[in-house]
Structures are given as C-alpha cells and as structure tokens.
C-alpha cells in the first residue's frame, strides 16, 4: 500500500510549492479535505489521522492546534512551522546538519522543518565550531537578502501589486528579536545570541545568506583554507546530501552567486571567502528560500522518514 501523504495548509505558499514537486509521483497517495470542508476541524482531523505523513504549513498556533489532534500512533509530522523549531522530542529537519542527523529525521515521529534564513548559517558555522575553529561563544552575526515569498502572502501581494516600486533592498527584524534567533543559536551550536539582520530583494524566491568573521579577536586565528577545509571535509562526509561546498579561491567577486541560481531545487552551495593579513573571512550559503529553505526541505525529510 502507498503511503498516505496529508499537507494541512496545502493552499499556501509553501504547501503549493510542496503539492508541485509531488505531483506525478507513483509512489504515494496524497490527501486533501474537500474545499466544502476545508475549514471544517472535524475534517482536518480526519484527515490529520489517516496520514502516514502528516505535514504541517501553517502558523505556528495552527500547527500546535493540528498536532493535537492526532489522536493515533502511526501519524507522523513534519511541521514548516516555527512552533517546534527547539521543542523537545522533535528532530530537526537539516538532513545533511550532522553525519547522524538524516538517521534521526529517518527514525523520528516528529521532525521540525527548519527555517529558511538559520539554515545557511547553521551550514557554514556549526561546523567550525564542531571542529575547534571558532569557539561557542564567539558573537555570530549574519545578514542576507531573501526573495518576498518568505514573508508570507501578504508581503507577496504587497510585493506583486507595486511592481517595480517595491523596494529593491528591505532590510527587517530591526528590533533584533528574529524568530528564528533560537534556532540558529541551538543548532549552531552557539553560546550567545547571534544577530540576524535579514532583508527582502524584489524578487520572489532565492535567498543569500553572509556571516562575516573577525577572526583577529581569537586566540588562535585560522586561516581561510582551515575554515574552507572543516566545512568541506564535514559535507565530504554526508551522504545522499544536497549541499555542495565552492573551491576555496582569491577573487574579488563570483559572477555566478546569485540569490535566484538554485530556485526550485533542494540545492544549497556554501563558499568561503578570507583575506588572512587581514584576519577576515566571509562565509556564504545560496539557496532556494522555498526550496533548500521550506517545500524542499520538507519533502527531503518525507522520503527520509518513508524510506523512499
């Protein structure tokens, strides 16, 4: 028998673009309440219960409110929500984050999808901490551009409707109380908050995601290769993986990174980039926001948690 696949919230963003990369697929059944009950409770809760794999693409309340109306055993969830980012019993959807880590998505019951913006952070540091290289408490700072799609359907209408009016660079999260800061502190392994400074582009998806370091504040400073070979030989050793590491090399700019180049992809390209006179190094993740970042993801730890 197929396994039964049920996306409660399917008609946003993330649920579509999840709904799309399933379509034509053989090798599972999926659900959906009928749109004369799909502000139905009861229906969602039927239909919560006879998943295989119950995902979840609603805010963060919604999703608490779906979990607990599973009332059987076998369900299974992944939530693309905030809601159980760092709860306890859930696993945290970053397949390729450690050697171990696409092993516990496998086995696990609940499993939290991560966020777009802490994934290309968590991809490039957490390994260096792993490795020695940077301590955990050494203060993170991380910026970025993301397409609109991030900010849900309003930002999209928003965005849509001024056209080439819409601001090209918008920075946000100005108050520095980012939802997704911990979970980039958890997973990165870090002892104090990091700083987010997030922006949006004027383009629909795709994502850059930089954290700049002044290594000169440490006691052992390492250099851009040492920095380059951690993260590299860290991906070197996952299998099955989506995330590939650039060649290190000098150069004053990448014509090819660019923030839309892995849209519709479960793909993620890290590089890193230092100067060791100057004892600064810059390391840099591009990504799909609803790829890599969301629906990618998500159907990623499916098949994990299928065995497909």
């Not at 109306?69 to 992944?78: E, G, K, P, W, Y």
């Not at 730890?301 to 299928?306: A, I, P, R, T, V």
Request: with cysteine; charged share 20%.
């Amino acid at each position: 028998m197929k396994p039964k696949v049920f996306i409660d919230g399917e008609h946003g963003t993330t649920g579509l673009q999840i709904r799309t990369r399933l379509a034509g697929r053989d090798d599972l059944t999926v659900l959906s309440v009928p749109v004369e009950r799909r502000k139905d409770q009861a229906a969602r809760a039927e239909f919560l219960n006879a998943a295989d794999i119950a995902i979840l693409c609603l805010p963060d309340d919604a999703a608490r409110e779906s979990v607990s109306l599973i009332a059987n055993d076998q369900t299974r969830v992944i939530d693309a929500s905030t809601a159980h980012r760092v709860a306890e019993g859930w696993a945290y959807g970053f397949p390729e984050m450690d050697r171990k880590q696409a092993a516990a998505v496998s086995a696990a019951k609940r499993v939290a999808n991560p966020g777009c913006w802490p994934q290309g952070p968590i991809a490039v540091v957490r390994p260096l901490i792993s490795a020695g290289l940077l301590p955990a408490d050494y203060p993170i700072t991380m910026n970025g551009i993301s397409g609109y799609s991030g900010g849900g359907r309003a930002m999209v209408e928003d965005y849509v409707g001024k056209g080439e009016d819409a601001p090209e660079f918008l920075p946000y999260g100005l108050t520095f109380q980012h939802k997704h800061v911990p979970e980039l502190k958890t997973y990165a392994k870090l002892q104090r908050d990091p700083l987010m400074q997030p922006a949006v582009g004027n383009f629909a998806q795709g994502m850059i995601t930089v954290v700049p370091l002044q290594l000169a504040t440490l006691e052992r400073v390492p250099t851009g290769a040492e920095l380059h070979a951690a993260i590299a030989d860290h991906y070197a050793g996952i299998e099955n993986g989506f995330v590939e590491v650039a060649p290190f090399v000098a150069t004053e700019r990448v014509p090819d990174i660019n923030p839309e180049q892995y849209n519709d992809t479960n793909r993620m390209k890290l590089y890193v980039f230092a100067n060791d006179k100057r004892a600064q190094a810059l390391l840099l993740a591009v990504y799909d926001n609803l790829g890599k970042g969301a629906s990618g993801a998500a159907v990623q730890n499916m098949d994990l948690m299928l065995g497909l």
